[in-house]
């Protein structure tokens, strides 16, 4: 809405130009791909210390401060969103190592049957 | 007429061809690993593990019903084969037969509760534990 405002302010004002509208027409600059999965990691690592402070951490990273003040903002739907995918994260690790201990338990049994021969 | 054999492989000699069978079949190159197998349970005929490596092969192709047949086979020579129940319970897990998968992987913890095979059916038990099947 503040966006819609400032360039509604440039047009009434005489001291505009087509430049100052674009600029302030433009959506909030997207965070970077690598800012993204910092802010993930980030935030799993913080849940590790304090539940629910890793999500507001790495939404914050990820984000950007003005999601914090609420000018960007979102920041329940950004929190909201981390917090989902850091929960897919989290069924994927869990999932990644219940199949490699069968792996290994299965390798081991195997093992123990070679073994077993006498 | 069944062949006889005048090769007397020693037990540390069986251990090098069924690792090579493992190394086979986990290298995809099934056909060789059923070779190996096969012709360990054709040296050694008293042991029931080469009929259930020989399931591992069918296992690992997705013949769930023809690894089975191996397992099956594996217990009527050795009806308290751990090793044979663990991974007919793993066949049966990934048939999406949990109720039965449960009911085999008991039995390999009962008979082998602290050794590896009963280690195998507990972490296949917990993996059942995370499953649901629609």
Redesign the interface.
Known sequence: MSQINNALGMISSPNYNLNQILQATQPPKQPGRFRQFLGAAVGAVGNMFAPGIGGMIGSAISGGIGGIGGIGGGLMGDTAGYLQLQQQMDAQTEAFQTASSVMKARHDAAMAAIRNIS | MAAKWTVAPS?EE??FL??AG?IYRDAKNFQGARDVFTGVKEL?PQ?E?PE??LG?VEFQQGHFDAAEAHYRKALEMNPRSA?AY?HLG?AALFRKDKETALKHLKTAVKLDPL???G??A???M??AD?VTFS
Do not use: N
């Open positions: 037990h069986l251990a069924v690792e493992i050694f042991y593990f259930v490596f591992t090793f663990a793993e050794g590896d095979f280690k195998m507990r972490r296949l917990e993996m995370g």
